[in-house]
T-cell receptor, first 113, second 115 residues
Framework: GQQLNQSPQSMFIQEGEDVSMNCTSS?????WLWYKQEPGEGPVLLIA?????ELTSNGRLTAQFGITRKDSFLNISASIPSDVGIYFC?????????????FGKGTKLSVKP | GAGVSQSPSNKVTEKGKDVELRCDPI?????LYWYRQSLGQGLEFLIY????????KSGLPSDRFSAERTGGSVSTLTIQRTQQEDSAVYLC?????????????FGSGTRLTVV
């Protein structure tokens, strides 16, 4: 089935630094989403991307829908301690049999204050 | 309610016992999804319901897993004869309609531990 490769798996970063993570797929997606999950909680949607090449920002977060529709990246600028958590990319192909989200395995972000 | 509510938040059960996990979606959301999150893994799709249509069960890992949605609202995920590999966090999500375009709202999950 469809799979997403998300990297890096984890990262430690100094407060104030910029962070970048990405997802790639062998399949084309029509929608790319980025979620953040904190301990004991469900994932919360950060950014949604619907068009190839689309670049969208949400505060310090910026995400792009790759032009090939097979990849996406998420950047976090000037990281702060509350950015800690697991970030998941997710893709959906409306032509797929499920029509549901396929998730990457996550990038665990830890920030040193 | 204001969000997706799942119960119990934690469940410890003995191997071989049956368990029921409950999800109460956001009022008015017609689409409901169940995902499983194992340690260190992403979210694995299990099943989804859309309105009165037949559910898509293609993600259920075995016939020990089943789910129903009564009255288009509350859903129950049942795992029969639980095994240790069933230990995971089970997440429920709902959306106004089927499809990521409309946004998924997740509950906090049920952490299932099979001992």
């Amino acid at each position: 089935g469809q799979q997403l490769n998300q990297s890096p798996q984890s990262m430690f970063i100094q407060e104030g630094e910029d962070v970048s993570m990405n997802c790639t797929s062998s399949s084309i997606f029509n929608t790319w989403l980025w979620y953040k999950q904190e301990p004991g909680e469900g994932p919360v949607l950060l950014i949604a991307l619907y068009k190839a090449g689309e670049l969208t920002s949400n505060g310090r977060l910026t995400a792009q829908f790759g032009i090939t529709r097979k990849d996406s990246f998420l950047n976090i600028s000037a990281s702060i301690p509350s950015d800690v958590g697991i970030y998941f990319c997710a893709g959906q192909n409306y032509g797929g049999s499920q029509g549901n989200l396929i998730f990457g395995k996550g990038t665990k972000l830890s920030v040193k204050p | 309610g204001a969000g997706v509510s799942q119960s119990p938040s934690n469940k410890v059960t003995e191997k071989g016992k049956d368990v029921e996990l409950r999800c109460d979606p956001i009022s008015g959301h017609t689409a409901l999804y169940w995902y499983r999150q194992s340690l260190g893994q992403g979210l694995e799709f299990l099943i989804y319901f859309q309105g009165n249509s037949a559910p898509d069960k293609s993600g259920l890992p075995s016939d020990r897993f089943s789910a129903e949605r009564t009255g288009g609202s509350v859903s129950t995920l049942t795992i029969q004869r639980t095994q240790q590999e069933d230990s995971a966090v089970y997440l429920c999500a709902s959306s106004p309609r089927q499809g990521a375009y409309y946004g998924y709202t997740f509950g906090s999950g049920t952490r299932l531990t099979v001992v």
